[in-house]
């Protein structure tokens, strides 16, 4: 609400303080208006205000003026506070979206993006909630009371401030009481909301799975089953939304018809005129409205700060993998990648990798492989330290991975991964990520060497051809294509291929493979294979089981070993033979073989 890089934005909030003042006196002089234009008409008047009262007219305009002074301040307030408001809400927003990508991939796989993205707009919209009715409403109100008070104990005497400060008391605390006992069934609904919501999303992004089950039902029962928690939550805040309106009026009923009564004995006495009767009433009346305003302010703060505490959550959540304190750039002059005794676990309970230790040099390709849950997609992840290690140490160039900054790490590496999903826009956008700053004929040349451009030039829209969410409008190849001319792009000295040709045919993956050949020529590569066919001629072949490598060497010597890679090999030639689509893994053996 100060931004100290915003000096136009503290000139705006102290020029709406200011018309909030201006606007606060006049709303407290109105009824001054009204009750001499009173006592003109009623000719009540005392001798002090007969030069006044000699024009009621006059009286009656300067009435509506004031009125619509009043609204004009008010106004001015809430226009020049806007961009304050809104300025708080965006650096909050951007502030989480950028804190939820430096949260480890670990929290990510804990979480639902619908839900996630829930928490995210209602906390967003908590925030302009607060914002707006803490400043814009609240810290009025408490002025407005103020003057008024002031007002009417000179106007009239200290036990109508007495009686007026016991009925807004009153309804303060009854506000409070109820408000509090509400926001437990709010909270209840916020939960299922989120829930439902969160349900709808992974349904929808599951569509084709659905629909292969003919599970619609299914995922309508349990839709509905959380949107039956919310429908019953929502009941009890509207029935509770009631009674606490109709508590709110009948205290503040009981504190006007008390003044009322006053006023009307001391006109009786002839104590006052009619002209302070209407005062008084028109004192109260303008009282209620920021009274109302309490109520609903009270109700809309607690459920903005309600939606904020997830958000605030989500900022207070550390990340997992952090860069040190003044840590330099990663500087890749050869790129060489090494694993020393490295040992991983996701959960304490069980080990994933169990002192693995292998070298890449710069320029070659080494193959990792084996049994499907062997450890080999969480190298990696530890590559590219989405993951720090719990034991031993991963380089590049002789440097730990954990003393560099994230940034510069994943800058040099490059992947093709087994399950390229891509964002919802064109084909050019989702290619041109591996450089945002890259030109079309950048853009075009990679999709060349990716040999995805005679695809993508036979398209009516060329590379504005949007790919549908997560790349669905595209074949497996085709998506595979995008990835491989992305990585390309980006020109890494390092380059992983994930799994990168395991879900295709074995024309796609031949078409794919001599697209990944090419790339990596002269780059240091790790592939990361499941059809060992893709992996023949790397310069080293580790084969990983039980997170250890058990056997190393080229394809040939492997075969010959006799040992889990030559079981492998005869299984996928058989399969192969057979014509089957699907390779199978050999079972995982529960004892690894010494390493060769």
Request: net charge negative.
């Amino acid at each position: 609400m100060w931004p100290a890089d915003r000096p136009d934005l503290r000139a705006r909030v102290m020029v709406a303080l200011v018309a909030l003042l201006i606007g606060k006196v006049v709303t407290v002089l109105v009824p001054y208006s009204y009750k001499w234009a009173t006592d003109a008409l009623g000719h009540s008047a005392d001798d002090r205000t007969a030069i006044l009262l000699s024009t009621p007219i006059l009286l009656v305009i300067s009435y509506g003026v004031g009125r619509m002074l009043m609204t004009a301040f008010n106004q001015v307030r809430d226009a020049l506070f806007a961009r304050v408001g809104q300025h708080a809400v965006r650096s909050l927003a951007i502030r989480t979206f950028v804190h939820l990508h430096e949260l480890s991939l670990r929290f990510h796989l804990q979480r639902r993006t619908g839900g996630l993205s829930r928490v995210i707009e209602r906390g967003t919209n908590g925030i302009e909630n607060v914002v707006r009715h803490a400043i814009l409403n609240s810290i009025p109100t408490v002025i407005e009371f103020a003057l008024m008070a002031v007002v009417i104990w000179y106007q009239f005497d200290v036990w109508y401030v007495v009686v007026i400060a016991a009925t807004v008391y009153l309804y303060v605390l009854f506000t409070i009481k109820m408000s509090n006992w509400r926001m437990g069934i709010v909270r209840v609904m916020n939960s299922s909301d989120t829930e439902a919501n969160s349900k709808a999303v992974d349904s929808l992004l599951n569509y084709e799975t659905v629909k292969y089950f003919s599970n619609e039902r299914v995922e309508a029962e349990r839709f509905d089953k959380s949107i039956a928690v919310y429908e019953k939550a929502a009941i009890e805040t509207w029935v509770s939304l009631a009674w606490l309106n109709q508590g709110q009026a009948i205290i503040f009923a009981a504190g006007t018809i008390i003044c009322m009564v006053m006023s009307a004995y001391a006109v009786l006495q002839g104590t006052q005129s009619v002209g302070d009767f209407v005062m008084i009433n028109a004192l109260l009346m303008q009282l209620s409205i920021p009274l109302n305003f309490i109520g609903f302010v009270y109700r809309e703060i607690r459920q903005g700060l309600t939606d904020i505490e997830a958000m605030v959550d989500l900022i207070d959540v550390a990340p997992e993998v952090q860069d040190k304190p003044g840590a330099p750039a990663l500087s890749v002059a050869h790129g060489s990648v090494t694993f020393e005794d490295v040992h991983f676990h996701y959960d304490p309970d069980r080990e994933i990798l169990k002192g693995v230790s292998f070298t890449v040099p710069a320029g070659a390709t080494v193959a990792i492989v084996g049994p499907s849950g062997a450890g080999k997609s969480t190298i990696s992840r530890l590559l590219f330290r989405f993951y720090d290690v719990t034991g031993g140490r991963i380089l590049i160039d002789g440097q730990d991975l954990r003393e560099v900054t994230q940034a510069s790490l994943r800058a040099a590496i490059g992947i093709v991964p087994q399950d390229t999903v891509l964002f919802n826009d064109t084909i050019g956008y989702n290619i041109r990520y591996g450089r945002p700053s890259a030109s079309e004929a950048e853009v075009e040349a990679a999709a060349r060497s990716a040999q995805i451009a005679h695809f993508v030039e036979g398209l009516p829209k060329r590379y504005q051809t949007e790919v549908g969410e997560r790349g669905l409008k595209l074949s497996g190849g085709e998506k595979q294509r995008v990835a491989i001319a992305r990585t390309i792009l980006k020109a890494p000295p390092i380059l992983i291929l994930d799994e990168a040709t395991s879900a295709l045919d074995t024309r796609t993956e031949q078409e794919i493979q001599s697209a990944l050949d090419r790339v990596a020529e002269n780059r240091t590569a790790l592939v990361i294979a499941h059809r060992l066919s893709t992996v023949v001629d790397a310069d080293e072949i580790l084969v990983l089981d039980g997170g250890r490598i058990v056997e190393r060497g080229r394809h040939g010597d492997l075969v010959a070993l006799g040992g889990l890679y030559a079981e492998m090999w005869e299984r996928q030639r058989e399969a192969q033979e057979a014509g089957s689509i699907e390779i199978p893994d050999p079972p995982i053996r529960p004892e690894p073989i010494a390493a060769q």
